[in-house]
């Protein structure tokens, strides 16, 4: 059952006088555990004063005094909430009457209290992604003896729907106004089931969440979907862009054709020499990944294949299915450093780490969940914790040399200059 407010009388009023005297921060600090939690309960009530004279003073505006005639008239009262901080609390909401229409007159006053109520939304959101179950939640709120709505069941819906609004924030975002360089797209598994996640690196080295779809990487015409529809949301590829991806075919396959002559592809350099050390046995398998590693760290391109080609004949001779793998999409491995980039942004894109670091977050805030009941709840969960890690990740690294990124694709795609040709249209 909802508590009654209490209200207050000449015993409270000399302890909340006691309480507005002016306090240090060195006095405050010096005080018990207890009597801290006491100073702060003995505030809420004045707040809570606050809010009632509010309420009555616009309540005089409307109806005037006390049994004074007027087109409005008081009406009773009605049991209401407001939110304070992140809880809501109980009080009671006077109601003035049009006696004309015949209708009761919303209070303006009350409805700005109710604007709190999003916060409260988003405050649950935050505290449940880093890792405050919907059942322990009420013992982790501030000590307000007059919250309510604190039970598993109100914060889980208080979650779905903030979380929801994240979802179709995320899903509708606009992309036009942001000036990409490289895009990094790579799977994340929940549960039994694979979802896209996409992230754009703009021009001065910011990443941006730009979204995500449930299928497998290897499922070409999904992922081609979710390509077009960035570039419906306003994703711009006119001035050329890197794809950042793993080994996946089908996910290559979707980017030449919808980013077709815009995009240049760079795979993971990390997934290409895995691949190919998984054909050897176990015993080869420490050498061969240290003279791949090699290869690849040479920041010369005419030097790295040439390693890579010794490394290739040698295989040869040993064991074609590591060949085969080799082969297969060998030049985008090398794509930094035929742009003669790879010592400026090697570090940063001749891996996808970029969003594999991203995905070690989502991790940090999903894995807690141990059973996914559909794909409303993979989707919220997920797009609400890209939105609050997007805050918090850094620059890529090299971010400085991000312009001479966009000057190699541009001559490398032979792509004309768009500012010239759109001060000539």
Request: with cysteine; charged share 30%.
């Amino acid at each position: 059952m909802r508590e009654k407010i209490v209200y207050l009388g000449k015993k409270s009023s000399k302890k909340f006088r006691k309480v507005m005297k002016a306090m240090g921060k060195e006095e405050y600090q010096s005080m018990e555990l207890g009597s801290r939690m006491g100073l702060i309960q003995e505030l809420i009530p004045i707040a809570l004063m606050k809010l009632q004279d509010d309420l009555q003073m616009e309540v005089r505006q409307l109806a005037g005094e006390r049994y004074e005639r007027r087109e409005f008239v008081r009406y009773g009262r009605n049991p209401g909430s407001v939110v304070l901080g992140e809880q809501r609390i109980g009080i009671e909401v006077p109601r003035v009457r049009d006696l004309r229409q015949g209708v009761e007159v919303p209070l303006t006053s009350y409805q700005r209290l109710h604007e709190g109520e999003k916060r409260i939304e988003a405050g649950a959101l935050a505290k449940i992604l880093r890792g405050i179950s919907c059942r322990d939640y009420s013992a982790a709120v501030k000590a307000i003896p007059e919250a309510f709505g604190l039970s598993s069941s109100t914060i889980s819906k208080k979650f779905v729907r903030a979380s929801s609004r994240q979802l179709k924030a995320l899903q509708e975002r606009d992309l036009s106004e942001y000036d990409f360089v490289a895009i990094a797209i790579d799977g994340k598994t929940f549960g039994e089931d694979d979802l896209i996640v996409a992230v754009g690196i703009t021009i001065e080295g910011r990443k941006v969440m730009l979204g995500f779809i449930e299928a497998a990487t290897e499922n070409e015409k999904i992922a081609s979907e979710f390509l077009k529809g960035l570039l419906s949301r306003g994703l711009n590829i006119e001035e050329g862009i890197l794809a950042i991806i793993d080994g996946s075919k089908g996910l290559a396959s979707s980017i030449r054709k919808v980013f077709a002559g815009k995009a240049l592809l760079q795979r993971c350099q990390w997934h290409k020499r895995e691949n190919i050390v998984s054909y050897v046995s176990k015993e080869e398998q420490p050498f061969l990944r240290k003279r791949l590693q090699h290869a690849y760290d040479r920041p010369i391109y005419l030097e790295a294949k040439g390693e890579l080609a010794k490394i290739h004949r040698e295989l040869e001779e040993r064991n074609l299915s590591a060949v085969a793998s080799m082969d297969e999409g060998f030049e985008e491995t090398l794509t930094l450093h035929r742009l003669d980039l790879f010592g400026m942004l090697g570090r940063s894109f001749k891996t996808t780490n970029c969003i594999e670091s991203i995905n070690a977050m989502i991790e940090q805030r999903c894995g807690k969940v141990d059973y996914w009941r559909n794909s409303s709840q993979r989707q919220r969960w997920l797009a609400a914790t890209l939105l609050d890690t997007e805050p918090r990740l850094n620059r890529v690294k090299g971010y400085q040399y991000l312009y001479k990124l966009r000057a190699a694709l541009k001559k490398e795609l032979k792509i004309e200059n768009c500012e010239a040709l759109r001060e000539a249209a």
